[in-house]
């Protein structure tokens, strides 16, 4: 079982920048898919982006595209969300996650994910 930290969250203000960080441990994630979600409250979990085992292919909601970039380390077992020109509607508690049953980083959902980090709170303020 791969248990999933994620680090990096807070409060910035519009326009801003965040690096978000994923920690996998337990075993390696290198040959997995991984994604980061988004869940605003009140609201259901939303895909951020997606990055291939070996980062050749990378998806992004069409909300993020051109802000957000997705990427790992395989030797340090990490994935990272580099958020740039946050907005507040951002807003959100950010999650990563594993997928060991699909290597397509399009067109995925939560059900497409098998574990999953606490998640980080990520505040953006106008």
């Known amino acids: 079982q791969v248990q999933l930290v994620e680090s990096g969250g807070g409060l910035v203000q519009a326009g801003g920048s965040l690096r978000l960080s994923c920690v996998a441990s337990?075993?390696?994630?290198?040959?997995?898919?991984m994604g980061w979600f988004r869940q605003a409250p009140g609201k259901e979990r939303d895909f951020v982006a997606a990055?291939?085992?070996?980062?050749?292919?990378?998806d992004y909601a069409d909300s993020v595209k051109g802000r957000f970039t997705i990427s790992r380390d395989n030797a340090k077992n990490t994935v990272y969300l580099q958020m740039n020109r946050l907005k507040p509607e951002d807003t959100a508690v950010y999650y990563c996650?594993?997928?060991?049953?699909?290597?397509?980083?399009?067109?995925?959902?939560?059900?497409?994910?098998?574990?999953w980090g606490q998640g980080t709170q990520v505040t953006v303020s106008s």
């Open positions: 996650a594993e997928s060991t049953t699909t290597s397509r980083t399009s067109g995925l959902s939560p059900a497409d994910f098998s574990s």
């Open positions: 337990g075993r390696t994630i290198r040959v997995s898919t």
């Open positions: 990055i291939s085992w070996g980062g050749a292919s990378t």
